[in-house]
RNA sequence: GGAGAGGUGGCCGAGUGGUUGAAGGCGGCGGCCUCGAAAGCCGUUGUAUCGCUUGCGGUACCGCGAGUUCGAAUCUCGCCCUCUCCGCCA
C-alpha cells in the first residue's frame, strides 16, 4: 500500500511513476478525500477534548455531592455531533483505504521504463541451447511416450488444467522439491517452512492478491469461511509476521517453503493450454525474505542468484530479464523473472520471478521492525526456487534423447535412486 | 458438532462505569554501587494519528463490530479466535 503521506508530498511524482505502469488512478480524488477526512476529524477531536474534560468536571462535581445536571444537559448535543462527526469520519477512511488499496506500487528507478513484455531488458544468460540432430519433442508427447503425464485422466477426475503425474513423473516432481529445498537451507541458508494452504483474506491483502486481484483465487466454498487456497507459498510466509514487531539483529529473516499453488487462471483462456506449463494446480518452492529497507535491493540481487543457482545444477540454459514499468506486477518495485529454455517451444520461458516488494507488503501486512524508538517498515522480497511443474518440462524437454527417453540431470540422479534414465514404458 | 473457560501493553498478570494509557512483576534502556561483574537500589520504557513544532499539546487504541451513557477496559448484543472436556476423524 502507498503512504498516504508520501502521497500527499509527492503526488507528481507519484502521477508519473503510475503513468509508466499503464495505471490510470484518480490521484486527485484520493487527496480530495484525505483532505476531508482530516478536517472532519480534526473538528471531531476538538469536541471530544472538549467532552474529556467536561467528563472530568462532572465526575468531580458528583464525587464532592454537587448537582451536574447542567454539565450533563450540555454535553448532550455534544455528544450527538460527536457521534456524526465519527461517522463521517469512519465513511472517509473506508473511501481512502479502498482507494489506496487500488494503487500499485511505484516502480524503482532503475526499472527500465517501457509499456510491455518487449520492453524488458535482458540481463544475463547462462548456458548454451542444445542443438539436436532430431527434431525436439515437447513435454506432452515425451510425456505420454513415457507413460508419466496423463492430462486425459486428470481432466477427467478434476477438468482442464490439471495433470497426473505417475511412476518417473511423479518421482521427478517430489526429487525436485526436495533438490531445490535441500540447496536452499544448506547451501543459502533459508530456513525450510512448510505453511498452510489456504489463506484467509487479511492475508491476501497484505501481499496484494487482494482486493483486486479476487477472480485469479479458488475462494473455498464452504458457507461462512473466509478462506482461499494459495496462489503462491509468498502468501502465507509473508504473513507469518503480520502485525508484529520484529528486531533489527534479527533482520535478514530468510524463508524457503514448499507449497502446492492454485490458480484460476480466469484471465488466460486459449493461452498456454497444452501440457503442465499453466495449471490450476502446481508445486512450487518459494523464497520470501524480509530485510532492512537499506538492503531489500542487494537481498533481491542475491535472491536472484539462489534461484538461478538451481538452473545451474540441473545444467538448464536460462537468461534472465528485468520487466519493464509497464509488465511489472501490482506490488513489485522491480521484477527480475529468470526464463529457462524450452526446446519443445524454441523459446525461453519464465520459471522463476523474483521482485522487491519495498514496503508495500510490510505497510498492508503492518510488519515492521524496531532499531531505535520508532518502528519502521520492513521491505518483503520473494522469488521461485523454482517451479517445480516448469522445472519438470524444462528437464524432459532439455534431456530427451532421440530414442523418446529422458537422461536425469547429475545433480538429480541422488534423489532419484541412482537413475539415470526414464525409459519408455513398454 | 456438543459443553465449559478465556482473549488487557514486548511478555506475565491486576483491574468490573468517572485523574486507568492502564497497578504489580518480568524483560529492555540509563544511572548509582564495584577493580570488574553479579546481586541490590534509583529512574525510565506502547502504538497510531492530528495540530502548532529543538519541544509541547489533542485524539484514538484493553480480540473485532454495534449499542446503553454526559462518560465504557469495565454494562448489553452480535461476531472472531484460543484453551479444556466429549463426539467424529487423517
Same mark, same amino acid.
Request: net charge negative; aromatic share 8%.
Given at each position: 500500500?502507498?503512504?498516504?503521506?508520501?502521497?500527499?508530498?509527492?503526488?507528481?511524482?507519484?502521477?508519473?511513476?503510475?503513468?509508466?505502469?499503464?495505471?490510470?488512478?484518480?490521484?486527485?480524488?484520493?487527496?480530495?478525500?484525505?483532505?476531508?477526512?482530516?478536517?472532519?476529524?480534526?473538528?471531531?477531536?476538538?469536541?471530544?477534548?472538549?467532552?474529556?474534560?467536561?467528563?472530568?468536571?462532572?465526575?468531580?462535581?458528583?464525587?464532592?455531592?454537587?448537582?451536574?445536571?447542567?454539565?450533563?444537559?450540555?454535553?448532550?448535543?455534544?455528544?450527538?455531533?460527536?457521534?456524526?462527526?465519527?461517522?463521517?469520519?469512519?465513511?472517509?477512511? +473506508?473511501?481512502?483505504?479502498?482507494? !489506496?488499496? /487500488? &494503487? $500499485?506500487?511505484?516502480?524503482?528507478?532503475?526499472?527500465?521504463?517501457?509499456? *510491455? #513484455?518487449?520492453?524488458?531488458?535482458?540481463?544475463?544468460?547462462?548456458?548454451?541451447?542444445?542443438?539436436?540432430?532430431?527434431?525436439?519433442?515437447?513435454?506432452?508427447?515425451?510425456?505420454?511416450?513415457?507413460?508419466?503425464?496423463?492430462?486425459?485422466?486428470?481432466?477427467?477426475?478434476?477438468?482442464?488444467?490439471?495433470?497426473?503425474?505417475?511412476?518417473?513423473?511423479?518421482?521427478?516432481?517430489?526429487?525436485?522439491?526436495?533438490?531445490?529445498?535441500?540447496?536452499?537451507?544448506?547451501?543459502?541458508?533459508?530456513?525450510?517452512?512448510?505453511?498452510?494452504?489456504?489463506?484467509?483474506?487479511?492475508?491476501?491483502?497484505?501481499?496484494?492478491?487482494?482486493?483486486?486481484?479476487?477472480?485469479?483465487?479458488?475462494?473455498? +466454498?464452504?458457507?461462512?469461511?473466509? !478462506?482461499? /487456497? &494459495? $496462489?503462491?507459498?509468498?502468501?502465507?510466509?509473508?504473513?507469518?509476521?503480520? *502485525? #508484529?514487531?520484529?528486531?533489527?539483529?534479527?533482520?535478514?529473516?530468510?524463508?524457503?517453503?514448499?507449497?502446492?499453488?492454485?490458480?484460476?487462471?480466469?484471465?488466460?483462456?486459449?493461452?498456454?493450454?497444452?501440457?503442465?506449463?499453466?495449471?490450476?494446480?502446481?508445486?512450487?518452492?518459494?523464497?520470501?525474505?524480509?530485510?532492512?529497507?537499506?538492503?531489500?535491493?542487494?537481498?533481491?540481487?542475491?535472491?536472484?542468484?539462489?534461484?538461478?543457482?538451481?538452473?545451474?545444477?540441473?545444467?538448464?540454459?536460462?537468461?534472465?530479464?528485468?520487466?519493464?514499468?509497464?509488465?511489472?506486477?501490482?506490488?513489485?518495485?522491480?521484477?527480475?523473472?529468470?526464463?529457462?529454455?524450452?526446446?519443445?517451444?524454441?523459446?525461453?520461458?519464465?520459471?522463476?520471478?523474483?521482485?522487491?516488494?519495498?514496503?508495500?507488503?510490510?505497510?498492508?501486512?503492518?510488519?515492521?521492525?524496531?532499531?531505535?524508538?520508532?518502528?519502521?517498515?520492513?521491505?518483503?522480497?520473494?522469488?521461485?526456487?523454482?517451479?517445480?511443474?516448469?522445472?519438470?518440462?524444462?528437464?524432459?524437454?532439455?534431456?530427451?534423447?532421440?530414442?523418446?527417453?529422458?537422461?536425469?540431470?547429475?545433480?538429480?540422479?541422488?534423489?532419484?535412486?541412482?537413475?539415470?534414465?526414464?525409459?519408455?514404458?513398454?
Amino acid at each position: 500500500m502507498i503512504d498516504i503521506k508520501y502521497l500527499r508530498e509527492n503526488l507528481e511524482t507519484l502521477r508519473e511513476a503510475l503513468a509508466q505502469r499503464n495505471a490510470s488512478i484518480d490521484l486527485d480524488a484520493v487527496v480530495q478525500i484525505d483532505a476531508t477526512r482530516r478536517g472532519v476529524q480534526h473538528e471531531m477531536e476538538q469536541l471530544r477534548a472538549e467532552q474529556n474534560r467536561a467528563s472530568e468536571e462532572i465526575a468531580r462535581l458528583k464525587r464532592d455531592k454537587q448537582d451536574a445536571s447542567p454539565q450533563l444537559e450540555a454535553m448532550k448535543s455534544v455528544s450527538a455531533r460527536i457521534k456524526e462527526l465519527d461517522d463521517a469520519v469512519r465513511t472517509a477512511d +473506508a473511501e481512502l483505504e479502498d482507494r !489506496l488499496l /487500488l &494503487i $500499485p506500487n511505484p516502480p524503482d528507478a532503475s526499472v527500465p521504463v517501457g509499456k *510491455d #513484455e518487449t520492453d524488458n531488458r535482458e540481463e544475463r544468460t547462462w548456458g548454451e541451447p542444445r542443438t539436436f540432430d532430431f527434431e525436439p519433442r515437447d513435454h506432452v508427447d515425451l510425456g505420454a511416450t513415457l507413460g508419466i503425464l496423463d492430462f486425459e485422466r486428470a481432466a477427467k477426475i478434476a477438468g482442464s488444467r490439471f495433470c497426473l503425474s505417475r511412476g518417473a513423473g511423479a518421482r521427478i516432481e517430489r526429487a525436485l522439491i526436495n533438490f531445490f529445498l535441500d540447496i536452499h537451507t544448506r547451501e543459502h541458508g533459508y530456513e525450510e517452512v512448510l505453511p498452510p494452504f489456504m489463506a484467509n483474506s487479511d492475508s491476501l491483502r497484505g501481499t496484494g492478491n487482494l482486493p483486486k486481484f479476487k477472480d485469479d483465487l479458488f475462494a473455498i +466454498a464452504n458457507e461462512g469461511k473466509d !478462506l482461499f /487456497l &494459495i $496462489p503462491t507459498a509468498e502468501v502465507p510466509v509473508t504473513n507469518i509476521f503480520r *502485525d #508484529e514487531i520484529l528486531r533489527e539483529d534479527e533482520l535478514p529473516i530468510k524463508f524457503a517453503a514448499y507449497s502446492p499453488c492454485f490458480r484460476s487462471e480466469a484471465g488466460s483462456y486459449g493461452k498456454d493450454t497444452r501440457g503442465m506449463i499453466r495449471q490450476h494446480q502446481f508445486n512450487k518452492v518459494e523464497l520470501v525474505k524480509f530485510t532492512t529497507p537499506e538492503s531489500s535491493f542487494e537481498e533481491l540481487e542475491n535472491l536472484t542468484r539462489d534461484a538461478e543457482r538451481i538452473l545451474q545444477r540441473l545444467e538448464l540454459p536460462y537468461r534472465v530479464m528485468t520487466l519493464c514499468t509497464g509488465d511489472i506486477a501490482f506490488a513489485a518495485a522491480k521484477t527480475y523473472d529468470i526464463e529457462v529454455w524450452l526446446p519443445g517451444q524454441n523459446a525461453y520461458r519464465e520459471i522463476s520471478s523474483c521482485s522487491n516488494y519495498s514496503d508495500f507488503q510490510a505497510r498492508r501486512a503492518n510488519i515492521r521492525f524496531r532499531r531505535g524508538k520508532k518502528p519502521e517498515f520492513v521491505h518483503t522480497i520473494n522469488g521461485s526456487g523454482l517451479a517445480v511443474g516448469r522445472t519438470v518440462v524444462a528437464v524432459l524437454e532439455n534431456y530427451q534423447q532421440a530414442d523418446g527417453s529422458v537422461t536425469i540431470p547429475q545433480a538429480l540422479r541422488p534423489y532419484m535412486d541412482g537413475a539415470e534414465r526414464i525409459a519408455p514404458r513398454t
